[in-house]
């Protein structure tokens, strides 16, 4: 596949996805929501695929959030199977192209087979370096907050940490996959303009991207759309134009990979 208007140098570091619109999707077809995340698994494949081809580094997909812990039991059932099997398909590929995989969020709450499968296939491709996958799986960002901010004030109340010295990186650094750069870009499908709870400590200074396209659909030329728009875009961190020309690019990439 061609990647025609893409700049391969100025590629977002990160990408960071709110996969929306299975269940709409479905239902615009008469089919089960069920049949809609079957259909959103493959769309997971296809954007892991061309992540790797293109060549991005770390790829965050939201799969399951502390919220949709109340969603009706067989559709919870159901993606958790769904989660379950794309990990034992997917890991021989992820060996094969040095696809290493995280996930962020609270295990303890998912079921002790899925959890067993998920920390096997982290074990096994730690040392994979070509790219990252993170799963977000019975995540949200305000929980991931309140974990950071336990552990934190444990070690305050253990006096293994003077408070004057708290500051964004050690909050970064005690969140859930300290080793991943925030987000450049934060693609949302489905057309909600929201944020859902996601990344909410890393967005600071993501691009978002909003499609109307449900996640189903969301495929290569979706993709490339999204990719090709962030690199329109002029991304300041709170700067203004004239700074961007004089200070140095190590300064601005800060976040990214941005010129
Ligand atoms: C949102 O659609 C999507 C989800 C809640 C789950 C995403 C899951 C998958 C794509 C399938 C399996 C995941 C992996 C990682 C293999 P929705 O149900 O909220 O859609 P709606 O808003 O139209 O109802």
Do not use: C
Not at 200 to 228: C, G, H, K, M, N
């Amino acid at each position: 596949m061609k990647f025609d208007g893409l700049d391969k140098n100025r590629l977002p570091r990160h990408v960071a996805i709110i996969m929306d619109g299975n269940g709409r999707w479905a239902k615009l077809r008469g089919k089960s929501r069920i049949e809609g995340h079957r259909r959103g698994k493959t769309s997971v494949r296809v954007i892991v695929e061309l992540s790797r081809k293109i060549g991005i580094r770390f790829l965050s997909l939201y799969a399951f959030s502390t919220e949709n812990w109340l969603r009706p039991h067989d559709e919870v059932d159901a993606l958790m199977g769904l989660l379950q099997h794309y990990l034992i398909a997917e890991q021989a590929k992820m060996m094969r192209y040095g696809i290493r995989l995280l996930a962020v969020g609270d295990r303890s709450r998912l079921p002790q087979s899925v959890r067993r499968t998920l920390e096997q296939v982290i074990e096994a491709t730690r040392n994979n370096g070509r790219m990252t996958v993170v799963l977000a799986l019975s995540y949200s960002g305000r929980d991931e907050i309140v974990r950071m901010a336990r552990q934190i004030a444990r070690a305050a109340r253990e006096n293994r940490l003077d408070p004057e010295t708290i500051d964004e990186r050690m909050i970064s650094a005690q969140m859930d996959s300290p080793e991943v750069p925030d987000p450049d870009l934060l693609i949302r499908t489905s057309g909600e303009m929201r944020i859902s709870n996601f990344y909410l400590w890393q967005i600071a200074y993501s691009e978002l991207y909003v499609t109307p396209t449900l996640w189903p659909d969301f495929r290569e030329q979706e993709y490339l759309q999204a990719l090709i728009d962030f690199q329109r875009r002029r991304r300041r961190f709170g700067r203004t134009d004239e700074q961007l020309v004089d200070t140095a690019p190590s300064v601005l990439e800060a976040g990214g990979s941005e010129s």
